[in-house]
């Protein structure tokens, strides 16, 4: 294989071909002319024969360059015709990713509006509860839950999160009011080794020790234990938030009364050179005013915690 000149040359001579004057081309590539003639001269002496004729001030193409010409400047035009492609199909698709949880009980009912106020933007939804590499995968952003220390990412605090215990009413009246916190250790709770029930309980001030908890259903997400206790399965800790219409309906009670806030928030999470590209920046800027609205209309931090 034949190896290539510089590819700076090669892109300077695409240039002054095309448009047979060096001063042009080097306004049009950000060059001083005299930058241009020396990359010419660079590719000639590589090639080892004329591509232009110089006439004063004016360049013409000897007929070499006039048969290398064409054939440069069609792969210029391939090139820019590709990348044009890509940037637009980067310009109008959003890949966003977050937790299963997220994405069915809050994301996916909701997105539809965001759709209707940007309906030349394809959206696409990634629902994995593992942590995904943005750039690897070719995801824009995601909604992700911690810290917010993930570094090289533009973070944005989306909203604290509130831990309760639901159930079912009617599971409820069967098995019996639950006294308290340390009453309902021993009771039939799903997923029982959760890191969310070691947290509500440590904030409510029950002892991992001071009771024996009994053998429980293990489920691997929110979506299922939500949908276990309102079939009357047992007790499951989760989001208060996203289950929101669930307590209003009635479908789901709090086994017992709690105010425990998560340790972890939800994060809008992007690289930090793609924050306020036009659809990242359409997005946040959407999702923020979504829950900007659900606290407004949650002045007690009953859902969504202060």
């Not at 360059?65 to 698709?93: K, N, S, W, Y």
């Not at 009912?109 to 943005?134: S, T």
């Not at 086994?255 to 924050?275: D, F, K, M, Q």
Request: aromatic share 8%; charged share 20%; proline share 5%.
């Amino acid at each position: 294989m034949v190896p290539l000149p510089s590819l700076a040359a090669i892109r300077v001579f695409e240039a002054a071909a095309r448009l047979e004057n060096f001063t042009a081309a080097a306004q049009e590539l950000g060059m001083t002319q005299a930058a241009v003639s020396y990359q010419v001269k660079l590719l000639e002496e590589r090639l080892g024969l004329s591509l232009f004729q110089r006439q004063g001030r004016r360049v013409a193409l000897t007929d070499k360059g006039r048969e290398l010409a064409p054939v440069i400047i069609r792969a210029f035009d391939q090139m820019r015709q590709g990348f044009a492609a890509l940037e637009q199909d980067h310009a109008t698709v959003l890949t966003i990713s977050c937790t299963n949880s997220f994405a069915h009980l809050w994301l996916a009912p909701k997105i539809g509006a965001f759709q209707m106020h940007h309906p030349d933007l394809a959206v696409r939804i990634q629902a994995e509860d593992a942590v995904v590499d943005l750039a690897r995968d070719g995801i824009d952003l995601a909604v992700r839950g911690g810290q917010g220390h993930w570094p090289g990412m533009h973070v944005q605090l989306l909203t604290h999160n509130r831990l309760a215990p639901l159930c079912s009413p009617v599971w409820l009246e069967s098995y019996g009011a639950i006294a308290d916190a340390q009453a309902l250790f021993t009771a039939p709770r799903l997923s029982p080794d959760d890191m969310w029930w070691h947290e509500w309980f440590a904030a409510m001030g029950v002892e991992a020790g001071e009771a024996h908890a009994i053998p429980g259903i293990a489920l691997d997400s929110q979506v299922m234990e939500g949908r276990a206790a309102m079939a009357g399965q047992g007790v499951a800790i989760v989001n208060l938030f996203m289950w929101k219409q669930e307590v209003e309906a009635e479908l789901l009670v709090e086994a017992v009364s709690s105010y425990v806030r998560e340790l972890a928030s939800y994060w809008i999470v992007c690289p930090t050179h793609a924050r306020n590209t036009p659809k990242v920046k359409a997005f946040r800027d959407w999702i923020s005013g979504e829950f900007a609205r659900e606290i407004a209309a949650d002045p007690e931090g009953r859902y969504l915690p202060r």
